[in-house]
């Protein structure tokens, strides 16, 4: 039962336009989200994360929404680098429970 | 501030032998977490090590075990080797906390065969 889902394998975005990748999850004690980034080779980066209690979470071109009613979390990359192309996973934490639950990634390619 | 870092970076073992991995925490930090990451999914949490108790485990057999070390280092050991066990073997550091981000290394590669 996959509890965080990233239903896109992957996404391809011109340089310097939008990309939003999505993630979906069920778990309703979840209240903590953040996104990784992984490079092949290297281990994931954190990248950005938003508690429950917040709606949007902005760090330079980055930003992340919650849709607590939908389940439905995004991160928006404005605008779109090459050196962004990599995986980007979408992890989960309930209060409670110290661990992370990872949705299976989707890999960003951004085109010249 | 040296990062995380976890050797070896890879490993070939036969299926029902051992294998211990390890990994040195981030300066500083005093929580070590286990992932392991299979081909084409996200990680899953093996389990964590805070001042060298283990304090959360996900849904992984007792074959796999650990230890963190005073200095805060950690193995991860996996006996009687499956097939299954095959993946990529991720540690990460922290300084513990339920929101504080997580500090990766680069992995250990791990394939039975």
Redesign the interface.
């Given at each position: 039962d996959q509890q965080v889902k990233q239903n896109s394998p992957s996404l391809s975005v011109q340089e310097g336009r939008i990309s939003i990748l999505n993630c979906d999850y069920t778990n309703s004690m979840f209240d903590y989200f953040l996104w990784y980034k992984k490079y092949p080779a290297e281990g994931p980066t954190f990248l950005i994360s938003i508690s429950s209690i917040k709606d949007k979470n902005e760090d330079g071109r980055f930003t992340v929404f919650l849709n607590k009613s939908a389940k439905h979390l995004s991160l928006h990359i404005v605008p779109s680098q090459p050196g962004d192309s990599a995986v980007y996973f979408c992890a989960a934490r309930a209060d409670s429970n110290y661990q992370l639950i990872w949705g299976a990634g989707t890999k960003l390619i951004i085109k010249p | 501030e040296t990062g995380?870092t976890q050797s070896p970076t890879h490993l070939i073992k036969t299926r029902g032998q051992q294998v211990t991995l390890r990994c040195s925490s981030q300066s500083g930090h005093n929580t070590v977490?286990w992932y392991q990451q299979a081909l084409?999914?996200?990680?899953?949490?093996i389990f964590?090590y805070y001042r060298e108790e283990e304090?959360?485990r996900?849904n992984f057999p007792p074959r796999f075990s650990g230890l963190q070390f005073p200095n805060y280092s950690s193995e991860l050991n996996v006996n009687a080797l499956e097939l299954d066990d095959s993946a990529l073997y991720?540690c990460?550091s922290s300084l513990g906390g339920?929101?504080e981000?997580?500090?990766?290394?680069?992995?250990t590669q791990l394939s039975v065969l």
């Open positions: - | 995380v977490s084409g999914q996200g990680p899953q949490f964590q304090n959360g996900g991720l990460a339920v929101n981000k997580l500090f990766f290394g680069s992995g």
